[in-house]
């Protein structure tokens, strides 16, 4: 019997690569196993993973020489950068170009490369209807992952783009969720108008990259975009509704008042849903949920995921 191919995660004790994992541990005769790839092997995500067996590898994501020896051996990797920990465009950009060198060097496989639209083909920076960020980005959590794309592309090795969607763990991290209103009412405050949001739960990110790697690499570049479901705000509303037994209004705010919001990263993220806003029908075309769910059949709506997790999202 061959031995098992090992599927190196970066992001292996976040929502993306941890759902690898698990589908990865969940199929023990698929022919893979993981590596989970963490800065810090003590914390207790890392060492959860390595009570069920996975291999636990330290590696930091600006260290090339440790991300080189943390692929080495691996036949895939799946490649994850977290935009919301540094807030800074500049710095992810050089994080995938180190990744990129990595797994050259290594002699990786198969890549898949957690991507997103690089907004400013479609809203260029002298677009006036969204404002422009630093100067060289309008949505800069997409657009340095579709930037930095070419660097997959000029590695030559196999490279699958994984198009991801709005994960509903949003709504748990990220304060996305319903907040009472000045009558107390919950609202979900979102500008996304009357169109659908691709959507999707953070564990059906990782089955679906565990079936690309079954499937096998492309011969140069492929690029797959994936939801579990597209909903309105309205629709979200009411499902939130049924699942935490409280009235739940959806709030379409404008852009502008969603930018003005002052938290963190608004003004990236109001700028991100007026992209999906005004660009619908190539949103919803390039993230499709049916050839999403025949990939995973256990892929799940937004109604299963709250039932779930609803009780884990932040009210206040």
Not at 60 to 77: K, Q
Not at 90 to 101: P, T, V
């Amino acid at each position: 019997m061959a031995e098992p191919r090992i599927i190196a995660v970066l992001g292996a004790t976040g929502s993306q690569g941890g759902g690898l994992v698990r589908a990865i541990l969940a199929d023990p005769e698929g022919g893979f196993v993981a590596r989970a790839i963490t800065r810090d092997p003590s914390s207790d995500a890392a060492r959860a993973l390595a009570d069920v067996g996975v291999e636990i590898v330290q590696a930091d994501i600006t260290d090339i020489d440790s991300l080189i020896a943390a692929f080495d051996g691996a036949y895939g990797a799946y490649c994850v950068t977290n935009y919301w920990e540094i807030l800074d465009p500049e710095q992810e950009i050089a994080q995938a170009a180190n990744i990129a060198r990595a797994v050259t060097a290594a002699g990786v496989k198969h890549v898949i490369w957690s991507s997103l639209e690089d907004t400013r083909n479609w809203v260029p920076l002298t677009d006036e209807r969204m404002p422009t960020i630093a100067g060289k980005y309008k949505v800069p959590h997409y657009d340095t992952k579709g930037e930095s794309e070419h660097y997959f592309v000029e590695s030559g090795v196999p490279t699958t783009f994984l198009m991801t969607s709005f994960y509903w763990e949003n709504m748990i991290y990220f304060g996305l969720g319903p907040h009472p209103g000045p009558d107390g009412t919950l609202l979900l405050s979102l500008p996304l108008g009357s169109a659908v949001l691709p959507g999707i739960a953070a564990v059906d990110i990782g089955a679906n990259a565990y079936e690309i790697f079954r499937e096998g690499a492309p011969k140069t570049t492929d690029r797959i975009g994936i939801a579990g479901e597209h909903l309105t705000g309205e629709q979200m509303a009411e499902s939130l509704t049924r699942a935490l037994g409280r009235p739940v209004r959806y709030n379409g705010v404008s852009a502008d008042a969603f930018r003005a919001f002052g938290f963190p990263g608004a003004e990236d993220l109001g700028n991100m849903f007026q992209f999906l806003q005004e660009f619908t029908d190539y949103v919803t075309t390039a993230h499709p949920v049916a050839a999403t769910a025949a990939r995973h059949p256990g892929l799940m709506t937004f109604d299963e995921w709250l039932a779930q997790n609803a009780n884990r999202i932040p009210l206040d």
